[in-house]
């Protein structure tokens, strides 16, 4: 689980953006990460190393992405929402036109270029993504999608071509933004990364043992308490520690807590007051939590289950973002 860590901080963001591409959604392009790195970790004993770890990884994304995309797909022709067919892409790209200034102009182009990279069949998308974005060689896009390198380059070759017949002299500057992340495809967006998350951290001792000393827990949390009780068993709760402090989406922070720890806080997103937190609980070097919860005012995040004195510690996470 240690080794593993390592491999999730350094490809989480490129799988995301694999997934982002194939999904067209934030939010589900996140939940298709989490699940195929869990296959990634289920799957361990089968990697022989024949290939680069990434594009064994990659080659899981893509596939828990496709499944994704005909699921959402099977929904949209249930309720009427189908993808726009390839034949009307002409008539339903925004139309250049004439721009009253120069700015307005590249907005327009952006808004036709995404236009044009959402109307692509999905698997002519995920190759152009594999190829101008990731920058993998053909050898390791025939890895990824299981397929013939001849059939990659000709895909490739058609991908582009339909690319081209939209976009005309838009392509060379679709083929840059990709690279400079100038769509939003590869990182977050400036207005995401300038959102802030405000927390307010409690870590809390649950046990069985009856302190008379133990100060009163703070109103909000006592309201909590009684859900407490029936999620962890334990009859008594003491707040050990209290923390306040602020990250913006894409920055982390860190508290010390009891038992040599540190408490790890990592905002990802924010839809409205609800926040998205990549959460990691570590000791010397061995990671005992890391995981993926939502906070919101009204709605704290817990953590529970390193040992601690007569039980175990709980982290209760409230977020403003």
């Not at 339903?92 to 959402?118: H, N, S």
Request: aromatic share 6%; net charge positive.
């Amino acid at each position: 689980m240690a080794a593993f860590e390592p491999l999730v901080q350094k490809y989480r963001d490129r799988a995301w953006r694999l997934a982002f591409n194939v999904l067209r959604d934030r939010e589900d392009a996140w939940d298709v990460t989490q699940e195929a790195f869990v296959r990634a970790w289920q799957a361990l004993p089968s990697f022989r190393g024949q290939s680069a770890f990434y594009t064994w990884l990659f080659r899981i994304v893509v596939n828990v992405a496709s499944d994704r995309a005909r699921q959402r797909a099977a929904r949209g022709r249930a309720f009427g929402t189908e993808r726009v067919p390839e034949e009307e892409w002409e008539r339903t790209m925004v139309d250049q036109g004439a721009a009253p200034d120069d700015e307005a102009r590249r907005a327009e182009e952006r808004e036709r270029i995404t236009r044009a990279l959402t109307a692509l069949p999905e698997h002519h998308r995920t190759i152009i993504m594999l190829s101008d974005l990731e920058g993998l060689s053909y050898r390791e896009i025939a890895e990824v999608l299981d397929i013939p390198m001849g059939t990659v380059m000709s895909r490739l070759h058609h991908a582009r071509k339909r690319l081209r017949d939209v976009l005309g002299p838009l392509l060379t500057m679709l083929l840059l933004a990709l690279g400079s992340g100038l769509l939003g495809l590869a990182v977050p967006s400036r207005a995401e990364a300038q959102q802030v998350v405000r927390f307010s951290v409690q870590v809390l001792l649950a046990s069985d043992a009856i302190v008379s000393t133990a100060p009163v827990p703070p109103e909000e949390l006592q309201q909590l308490i009684p859900k407490l009780q029936q999620l962890f068993r334990y009859r008594q709760y003491r707040v050990l520690q209290q923390y306040r402090g602020q990250a913006a989406v894409g920055g982390v922070q860190r508290w010390p807590i009891p038992g040599e720890r540190l408490l790890e806080i990592a905002p990802e997103s924010v839809m409205g007051n609800l926040a998205r937190l990549h959460v990691r609980l570590q000791r010397g070097s061995l990671i005992e939590v890391t995981t993926i919860m939502m906070a919101s005012p009204g709605a704290p995040a817990v953590i529970g289950g390193p040992r601690f004195d007569e039980g175990v510690l709980i982290v209760v996470v409230t977020t403003t973002p």
